[in-house]
């Protein structure tokens, strides 16, 4: 099963795999590619990954399980991205949280990638937070290079405004093809601030991270999540699913086709995920969600 959506740049299967949490599996190096075969097999080739996950240390991890079998690399793609450093053992070098978006920066970001990938390009690369320090006009001269080179074919943000997705769009000939952003019924901000008419005006994929608000939809004890848990169960119980595939369903049915982002490690999990691809809720289960959340009906 492979769903294809959007015409520009980004060819990615309708949900993802985040590999943000490698370093919590305990996996062997073969385990991980039992995982990665999995994740191919259910049809979920997009994998989406930062330098910075896992201490700097869960690209390394999946490129030990990708060198195991090097050919399982034409069936995927892989999402990465830069601009976020932080101190850490393995960064010496890093004194100060902060973001960087240098062009030296981005390109020996991006060579590290690849060799921690075990990769010779990356599907698409994605600026990881805006920084009050961007000039435009740099970062594209820097992926128009990496383009040029072949290391990257495709370029993105991340938890972008539609103004400054705007303005690196204005410097670069190429599309931007995703903007990720934090996407759950319990993060409804950039429902209402524009990002995801944005994405529709310019047939951007937003990918959702954190579409399970990071595990709160299960065990957050405050009034909202209350009330959206209470609301998921219900219509979970109703038709018959898990609220993991009701939260999915959810999201899937945007119009701005987003695209969700999973982060366990469990297959069986990842399985009843992709099953959701086939789920549609009606207006009023979503609108019940959707007012469980904002604690209010619709105007």
Not at 71 to 87: H, N, Q, Y
Not at 102 to 130: F, G, M, N, W
Not at 147 to 176: C, E, I, M, Y
Not at 234 to 239: G, L, R
Request: hydrophobic share 40%; proline share 4%; net charge negative.
């Amino acid at each position: 099963m492979r769903h294809q959506y959007h015409p520009l740049g980004f060819e990615g299967s309708r949900i993802a795999q985040g590999f943000w949490r490698t370093h919590e599996w305990n996996m062997s190096a073969s385990e991980r590619l039992g995982f990665i075969e999995a994740c191919l097999d259910f049809g979920v080739t997009t994998l989406d990954h930062a330098d910075i996950y896992g201490d700097y240390q869960c690209e390394v991890l999946f490129g030990e399980a990708l060198k195991l079998k090097p050919a399982l690399r034409d069936k995927m793609e892989i999402v990465t991205k830069c601009g976020i450093l932080l101190p850490s053992d393995n960064r010496p070098d890093i004194a100060v949280h902060r973001y960087d978006y240098r062009a030296k920066h981005i390109l020996e970001s991006v060579d590290q990638s690849l060799a921690k990938l075990e990769c010779e390009y990356i599907d698409t690369l994605l600026l990881h937070r805006p920084s009050p320090l961007m000039d435009a006009d740099e970062i594209a001269q820097a992926l128009d290079l990496l383009f040029t080179l072949g290391k990257v074919k495709h370029f993105g943000v991340s938890n972008f405004s539609a103004a400054q997705f705007d303005l690196l769009q204005s410097r670069l000939d190429a599309p931007l093809v995703v903007n990720q952003l934090e996407l759950s019924p319990l993060a409804l901000q950039h429902f209402d601030d524009g990002s995801l008419d944005h994405a529709q005006r310019h047939v951007v994929t937003p990918m959702a991270w954190s579409p399970l608000s990071g595990g709160a939809l299960f065990s957050g004890k405050d009034e909202k999540t209350l009330r959206v848990r209470q609301v998921l169960m219900a219509i979970a119980e109703s038709m018959q699913i898990s609220i993991e595939q009701v939260v999915v369903a959810w999201l899937l049915r945007h119009p701005s086709g987003i695209c969700p982002v999973m982060g366990s490690g469990k297959i069986d999990r990842l399985r009843l995920v992709v099953e959701s691809h086939d789920l549609v809720l009606s207006d009023d289960d979503w609108f019940r969600v959707w007012v469980a959340s904002q604690g209010h009906s619709v105007p």
